[in-house]
């Protein structure tokens, strides 16, 4: 008896850990959360962060860009454990309506990421403000806040639900003024 309760608790803590029933869509979804969300985009902390952990150069890939009027831009490549395709980062310091920004885009490729955006919408506070479609692919664009910042975010993924390909996962928010010691200020 003591065994089979031993046992039952076992399967039930297995069940119950992340390690166990987290798929590609919650591995994405926690990469591009840590890189590009849970501070808000920052093009400095992100080459930082690309230095730390070794990540490979990428040919500079304009399209991973999610605004158009990009100043400098970045972009590096890197295998997460638990995706089975190298994942795309970049970064940009840009202007969006005459304001600086600066946006952090992971592009993730090869997975299932059906769930992603549905994931994404239950772990922030996210509101949709925009969906666009134009026949291949679904863009949509949320408002939220994220460690006291507000920022805008893009999911980009194949119009076709049994498309499995790129999703783009972009975050923008307006630049970070240096504060009076040199840092980043906390918005």
């Known amino acids: 008896m003591a065994g089979r309760i031993f046992i039952s608790g076992l399967a039930a803590a297995c069940l119950m850990s992340p390690a166990t029933w987290a798929d590609d869509a919650d591995v994405a979804l926690d ?7 849970a501070e808000g985009p920052d093009y400095d902390r992100t080459a930082e962060l690309a230095r730390k952990e070794s990540w490979l150069p990428a040919s500079e890939i ?31 310091k840009s202007t969006l309506h005459g304001e600086a920004v600066d946006t952090c885009t992971v592009a993730m490729f090869d997975g299932d990421f059906g769930a992603f955006e549905r994931r994404f919408f239950l772990r922030t506070d996210a509101e949709k403000v925009s969906d666009q479609s134009d026949g291949t692919q679904v863009s949509r664009l949320y408002v939220l806040t994220t460690a006291g910042r507000k920022q805008l975010a893009k999911i980009t993924f194949p119009a076709s639900p049994s498309n499995q390909h790129m999703i783009a996962a972009s975050s923008i928010a307006p630049r970070r003024a240096p504060d009076r010691r040199g840092g980043r200020t906390l918005h």
């Open 62 to 92: 304009a399209a991973l860009a999610p605004v158009q009027s990009v100043n400098a831009f970045k972009s590096w490549s890197t295998a997460v454990p638990g995706l089975r395709a190298r994942v795309l980062i970049g970064v940009t």
């Open 31 to 37: 990469f591009f959360h840590q890189t590009c969300l």
